[in-house]
């Protein structure tokens, strides 16, 4: 039997935690074969709730899960961990911004980056899905200063599967039809879904419907989605949140289809055109815990605009957080 990884869960008894838990127990990030030992990190008042999705966790008798070890306690959380999604944060209300929540979440990744830096495994890979996501990336990474910043990751996933979805719906496809959707930058508004090389049943999406749909009601209704869902549900998005950090961790260990990629915020080396230590998204290849950004890719002016907009966001969130970037 393989030996089991440490994962980390971060906020473990909030809304994405319960959508979160119970997959990644069943196998469905790492694998059928791959035990895992869940560590899940709450603030005080989280925890007693946490005890209860413990409960149902252990009640689930899932074949894979060979622990289940809770704290409030990061360093504790964080003891070995090789796999941590840093989920644990505020999520905005209908009349925010992402952005609008950096003053309040945005510490509490210096302290995880920390924790993190000291406790982890030497292999760790993080996933920040807690909003504003990329910059409190950055602010992890600068916090473990031992750990390699490439291994700090803010998710897009999400933006790219609704990408997707849109894609298939327009076109009559299945979302599995879809491949080669980029999303570039922030996890905001400004974000750029990238529909230039997409394709949809092998065919160039461009070949295939207008730019006027791609650059207008496509691209607004990507950006502004997690709106939508807040004024639709009350809360902010969850399960498909969740499936997204599946996605992106899976992908992360498993890798891509072939002739695809995927879309991850990661350390920029001024690719692109990007300024050097923006945690921002790009379309990637993917595997063994690595990745590498998909070099080459054309961009018209429609793009370049778009991506300067989302890089000077980014640059803008950095500036407001200098304090917290040692
Ligand atoms: P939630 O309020 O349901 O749960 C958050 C949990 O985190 C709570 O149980 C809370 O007690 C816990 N928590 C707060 N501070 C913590 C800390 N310092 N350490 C550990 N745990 C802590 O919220 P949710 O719906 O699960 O959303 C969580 C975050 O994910 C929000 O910031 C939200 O905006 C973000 N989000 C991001 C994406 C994305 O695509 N990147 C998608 C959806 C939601
Ligand atoms: C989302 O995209 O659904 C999340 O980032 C939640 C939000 O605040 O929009």
């Given at each position: 039997?393989?030996a089991?990884?440490?994962?980390?869960v971060?906020?473990?008894?909030?809304n994405?935690?319960?959508?979160?838990?119970?997959?990644?127990?069943?196998?469905?990030?790492?694998?059928?074969?791959?035990?895992?030992?869940?560590?899940?990190?709450?603030?005080?008042?989280?925890m007693?709730?946490?005890e209860?999705?413990?409960?149902?966790?252990?009640d689930?008798?899932?074949?894979?899960?060979h622990?289940?070890?809770?704290?409030?306690?990061?360093?504790?959380?964080f003891a070995?961990?090789?796999?941590a999604f840093?989920?644990?944060?505020?999520?905005?209300?209908?009349?925010?911004?992402r952005?609008?929540?950096?003053s309040?979440?945005?510490?509490i990744f210096?302290g995880?980056g920390?924790?993190?830096?000291d406790?982890?495994?030497?292999d760790?890979?993080?996933?920040?899905?807690?909003?504003?996501?990329?910059?409190?990336?950055?602010?992890?990474?600068?916090?473990?200063p031992d750990?390699?910043?490439?291994?700090?990751?803010?998710m897009?996933?999400?933006?790219?599967?609704?990408?997707?979805?849109?894609?298939?719906?327009k076109?009559?496809?299945?979302?599995?039809?879809?491949?080669?959707?980029?999303i570039?930058?922030n996890?905001?508004?400004?974000?750029?879904?990238?529909?230039?090389?997409?394709?949809?049943?092998?065919k160039?999406v461009?070949?295939?419907?207008?730019e006027?749909w791609?650059?207008?009601?496509?691209?607004?209704?990507?950006?502004?989605?997690g709106?939508?869902?807040?004024?639709?549900?009350?809360?902010?998005?969850?399960?498909?949140?969740?499936?997204?950090?599946?996605?992106?961790?899976a992908?992360?260990?498993?890798?891509?289809?072939?002739?695809?990629f995927t879309?991850?915020?990661?350390w920029?080396?001024g690719?692109?055109?990007?300024?050097k230590?923006?945690?921002?998204?790009?379309?990637v290849?993917?595997?063994?815990?690595?990745?590498?950004?998909?070099?080459?890719?054309e961009?018209?002016?429609?793009?370049?605009?778009?991506?300067?907009a989302?890089?000077?966001?980014?640059l803008s969130?950095?500036e407001?957080?200098?304090?917290?970037?040692?």
């Amino acid at each position: 039997m393989t030996a089991p990884i440490r994962v980390s869960v971060t906020g473990a008894a909030g809304n994405i935690g319960y959508a979160l838990l119970f997959r990644l127990a069943s196998g469905d990030c790492y694998g059928k074969n791959q035990p895992i030992i869940l560590q899940l990190l709450e603030i005080a008042p989280g925890m007693k709730a946490l005890e209860g999705v413990v409960m149902e966790l252990l009640d689930s008798a899932f074949p894979l899960l060979h622990g289940v070890e809770i704290s409030d306690d990061a360093n504790k959380a964080f003891a070995g961990v090789n796999q941590a999604f840093l989920v644990g944060s505020r999520p905005r209300t209908k009349d925010m911004n992402r952005a609008d929540l950096i003053s309040a979440n945005g510490p509490i990744f210096t302290g995880q980056g920390k924790a993190l830096n000291d406790n982890a495994a030497s292999d760790v890979r993080a996933l920040v899905v807690g909003n504003p996501c990329n910059t409190n990336a950055l602010i992890a990474a600068h916090s473990a200063p031992d750990i390699p910043k490439d291994r700090f990751h803010a998710m897009t996933r999400l933006d790219e599967n609704r990408a997707k979805a849109q894609l298939a719906k327009k076109l009559g496809a299945l979302p599995g039809e879809v491949a080669r959707v980029g999303i570039w930058g922030n996890h905001s508004d400004t974000m750029f879904p990238d529909y230039a090389n997409a394709t949809v049943r092998g065919k160039a999406v461009t070949e295939q419907v207008g730019e006027e749909w791609l650059q207008g009601e496509f691209l607004k209704t990507v950006a502004t989605r997690g709106k939508a869902i807040i004024e639709a549900r009350g809360a902010s998005s969850a399960a498909s949140a969740a499936s997204a950090a599946i996605d992106h961790m899976a992908t992360l260990w498993h890798g891509n289809a072939p002739g695809d990629f995927t879309s991850m915020g990661v350390w920029s080396n001024g690719e692109y055109g990007v300024p050097k230590g923006l945690i921002f998204s790009y379309p990637v290849t993917s595997g063994g815990g690595n990745f590498n950004i998909v070099p080459g890719l054309e961009h018209g002016e429609f793009a370049k605009a778009r991506i300067a907009a989302t890089t000077a966001e980014l640059l803008s969130e950095r500036e407001t957080v200098k304090d917290l970037l040692k």
